[in-house]
């Protein structure tokens, strides 16, 4: 295969979230490909998708300091240090962009520090500012229904993931998020539709894995629902959601470790 099919089937690949075949597609690029910014974003995107917050905030990190001023993508390595709990590196983030404030990445990436802080309003205030800029920013508009779910504002919540979904049909974590707005509603067969379409573009993804196997355990489908946190933590022991969604089903169901 040449170089150019090389890198049309990876991009293909991690377009269709197959991210297993992505990552094996990169890592056979010879190796002054592989070292590229373009090639090496694409592998930080897959461990991202598939819940791998620690490999992938390592490539992005690597990125960022061998092309400081590259801003494209850094919102997700901004997500990544938000759930590594990174406030630090955040903080250094925001000011490495300081300059950027006509690009809607910027905004996200000052949003999600504001969110890592709990100044839940300002944040709420940059990812619109973010999705103003461009209004096409499908990952803008979810973070601000994350943002407002957090300050229980469900109905903007809503309003801001099918926004996300407008723009992009396939943006997994919008229909995760509406998921978790009928999940506080209670509305748990809703929910659960809602991670199933999520899981569906996205199969590798632990966190909505286990989200939806906890809302299948509160509609009284225990043993499936453990059968699906238990393969959410296969595919990353490390994350805590699937653990502690584990910890919830068990409750539920009246047992034990």
């Not at 990190?61 to 759930?83: G, K, V």
């Not at 996200?108 to 944040?123: C, D, W």
């Not at 973010?130 to 903007?156: D, H, R």
Request: hydrophobic share 40%; charged share 20%.
């Amino acid at each position: 295969m040449s170089v150019v099919r090389h890198h049309a089937s990876a991009y293909k690949a991690l377009s269709s979230f197959h991210l297993v075949d992505t990552i094996k597609l990169l890592q056979c690029l010879p190796k002054n490909h592989l070292s590229t910014s373009w090639v090496q974003t694409c592998l930080a995107k897959s461990y991202f998708y598939a819940g791998k917050y620690k490999k992938s905030s390592e490539i992005f990190a690597r990125i960022h300091h061998s092309e400081p001023y590259m801003i494209e993508a850094m919102d997700y390595y901004s997500s990544l240090l938000w759930h590594l709990n990174k406030t630090v590196e955040l903080q250094v983030l925001v000011d490495d962009f300081k300059g950027f404030d006509h690009h809607p990445v910027m905004w996200v990436i000052r949003g999600n520090m504001q969110s890592r802080l709990k100044e839940q309003e300002a944040a709420i205030e940059s990812y619109k500012k973010a999705v103003e800029k461009c209004p096409s920013y499908s990952y803008g508009y979810t973070l601000l229904g994350v943002e407002y779910c957090a300050t229980e504002q469900l109905n903007e919540a809503m309003d801001a993931f099918k926004s996300a979904t407008s723009q992009n049909p396939r943006q997994y974590l919008a229909w995760s998020g509406m998921g978790m707005v009928y999940e506080q509603q209670e509305k748990f067969d809703l929910a659960c539709t809602h991670y199933k379409r999520a899981l569906m573009i996205n199969k590798r993804n632990p966190l909505v894995c286990s989200q939806l196997g906890l809302g299948l355990v509160r509609l009284n489908r225990g043993e499936f629902g453990l059968q699906l946190i238990n393969q959410a933590i296969q595919m990353d022991a490390q994350m805590p959601v699937a653990r502690f969604n584990k910890s919830l089903a068990l409750q539920a169901l009246g047992r034990s470790e």
